[in-house]
């Protein structure tokens, strides 16, 4: 755990390429971090999940949001218009700044009136933002699956580390739909079913390759911000779907972008496995690839002898020598029923508690404790959901040391832990 900080701080930092940061003099700074003043926050990525999030922010009294950034004019322009109507509602009669709206994230990030960033980007576009917002001394919560590969996992946590920012992770099972998870983790470490023997996580398939046709670029997206790093190709509606739209755009299933529903469900339920197994800093050791052509099947063997499968009715099926039981965001069950209906001792030792996932990041600002889901356990979870596609994607078994996160006397495996981002930003 960090030590404790003051709200805000005074860095000075450089972000990618050129690109430097200014001084950031902060409120800390300035006299004026009492525990009644506002955070502020700014928003990168407003499509589908960032507009929710946007949503919901909003109408919290204790938080500003002062920027939104998005590379589709569209969303920008309605992300800006949400921002400043709710404000102008609030603060009727009042004067207030307008909300800042920007194409390119690294201007938003060297504000220095800015305290925190939510990050609501495609998958591939996580980690870079969420390293650079480490280094300007933002405090970052950040959509699942954290991240893209498994180096770049890493580097973010060390960004995390060493700045010493507050990281939550968007694994949102973990305080929401009504305690369901936290009470299954609290059963399954406490011996309710005894010892585990196996879970089935009932996701979506590994991703594959984008094959997408070409498409005319629409007036007001930057489509070469929207790659980013990733490996230059033409416009697709598919990946970016055009102007403001209400559904989740199907770049989640292409490995150039992100992890397919393997990692995009999996993110979720393999967290809430690893969770109820202890495992948060660590995984599994051994992923067994199923026959070529199979989309589910993929069985990953820990230390201690347990598998979990990917496969199987969603959501979380855990096996153990006492009994079953079941987890998803619906309904929780097991057999036999006594499971779920003995409660457990007052005394019996229980997981992190929280019922509100922005609301424990905005909280562990202030406290600087950390949240119920920190970088390393984002990293870890997502890192999860890469083993399982390199092992489809490879057909073969891998051997993965946890600890150094590398795979045994597998050149070809290792290489993939990574891809080099495209042109500027090469940054991390």
């Keep these: 755990m960090f030590p404790t900080q003051t709200r805000r701080r005074f860095l000075t930092t450089t972000a990618a390429g050129a690109f430097l940061a200014p001084t950031i003099i902060t ?5 004026d971090d009492a525990p009644s ?14 507009r929710g999030h946007l949503t919901r922010f909003v109408g919290y009294d204790d938080i500003e949001v002062v920027a939104v950034c998005d590379v589709v004019q569209e969303r920008l322009d309605d992300a800006q218009r949400i921002v400043n109507e709710r404000y102008a ?27 925190a960033v939510l990050i609501a980007t495609p998958d591939h576009w996580h980690a ?4 650079l917002a480490a280094k300007a001394g933002k405090d970052v919560y950040c959509e699942k699956p954290l991240t893209h590969n498994i180096v770049e996992g890493r580097k973010l946590v060390e960004a995390v580390a060493e700045h010493g920012i507050i990281f939550q992770t968007g694994s949102q099972q973990r305080s929401e739909f009504g305690g369901k998870f936290r009470v299954a983790a609290d059963l399954i470490r406490n011996g309710r079913i005894g010892q585990v023997l196996s879970v089935n996580i009932g996701v979506g398939a590994p991703a594959v390759e984008c094959d997408l046709a070409a498409q005319e670029t629409p007036s007001g997206t930057d489509w070469n911000m929207w790659l980013g790093p990733a490996p230059e190709r033409p416009y697709n509606e598919i990946l970016c779907p055009k102007g403001i739209h209400n559904h989740f755009p ?8 992100a992890g397919g529903g393997l990692a995009d469900m999996g993110a979720h339920h393999f967290d809430i496995a690893q969770w109820a197994l202890g495992m948060d800093d660590s995984g599994p050791v051994c992923i067994e690839a199923p026959a070529e052509g199979q989309t589910t099947g993929a069985r990953f063997t820990y230390a201690n002898g347990m598998t979990m499968i990917h496969g199987g009715p969603g959501g979380c099926t855990f096996v153990g020598t006492k009994g079953i039981l079941y987890v998803d965001r619906g309904r929780i069950m097991s057999e036999p029923g006594s499971i779920l209906d003995e409660p457990l001792p007052e005394d019996a030792p229980r ?12 909280d562990c600002i202030r406290s600087r404790e950390q949240p119920i889901c920190t970088a390393e356990i984002g990293h870890r979870s997502a890192s ?6 390199l092992a489809y994607r490879l057909q073969r078994t891998l051997h993965w040391d946890p600890a150094r996160e590398e795979f045994a006397n597998d050149d070809e495996a290792n290489a993939l832990r990574w891809r080099e981002p495209r042109g500027e930003w090469n940054v991390i």
Excluded at 27 to 31: D, F, L
Excluded at 250 to 257: D, G, L
Excluded at 384 to 389: K, Q, R, T
């Design 128 to 131: 870079i933002p969420c390293i």
């Design 250 to 257: 199907a770049w989640r299933n292409y490995q150039e972008y």
């Design 89 to 115: 509602n609030r603060n009727k009669g009042g004067d207030r700044k307008q909300c800042a709206a920007y194409k390119d994230f690294r201007e938003l990030l060297a504000r220095d009136d800015i305290d």
């Design 27 to 31: 409120s800390a700074v300035r006299g």
């Design 351 to 362: 997981v992190y508690f929280s019922e509100n996932h922005h609301r424990n990041w905005l």
């Design 37 to 50: 003043a506002k955070l502020t926050v700014g928003f990168i990525g407003v499509g589908k999940m960032g």
């Design 384 to 389: 999860v959901c890469h083993l399982g596609n």
